[in-house]
Nanobody, 125 residues
């Protein structure tokens, strides 16, 4: 059974930092692309960042470029999202998702095979 479990969300002041983690089980982790998505209240889900399996190429939404950093630890089956210089507009539920890259070498939400339940990030003073 595949499980993705996010952690690290919480309340932070503008300008602060948080580090999200997503621990995966039930998959051969190195063969999977890993992505973070978010959904703010009343808004559509959007892609935040993605890291590919074999090349470790990374991608970021324009809104987070230069502030967020995605990384993965294949030995611990975990993907991280370091979020710095947080803004109120970063407030959202953040979801981890993954796709088997040998079949679909993608970072788009429609192609994801598995999703976590999300962790809430609130940026407010």
């Amino acid at each position: 059974q595949v499980q993705l479990v996010e952690s690290g969300g919480g309340l932070v002041q503008p300008g602060g930092s948080l580090r999200l983690s997503c621990s995966a089980s039930g998959i051969t982790f190195p063969y999977y692309n890993l992505a973070w998505f978010r959904q703010a209240p009343g808004k559509a889900r959007e892609g935040v960042s993605c890291i590919r399996s074999s090349t470790d190429d990374t991608y970021y939404a324009d809104s987070v470029k230069g502030r967020f950093t995605i990384s993965r630890d294949n030995g611990k089956n975990t993907v991280f999202l370091q979020m710095d210089s947080l803004k109120p507009e970063d407030t959202a539920v953040y979801y981890c998702a993954t796709v088997y890259s040998l079949l679909k070498n993608s970072c788009t939400s429609n192609d994801m095979d598995y999703w976590g339940k999300g962790t809430l990030v609130t940026v407010s003073s």
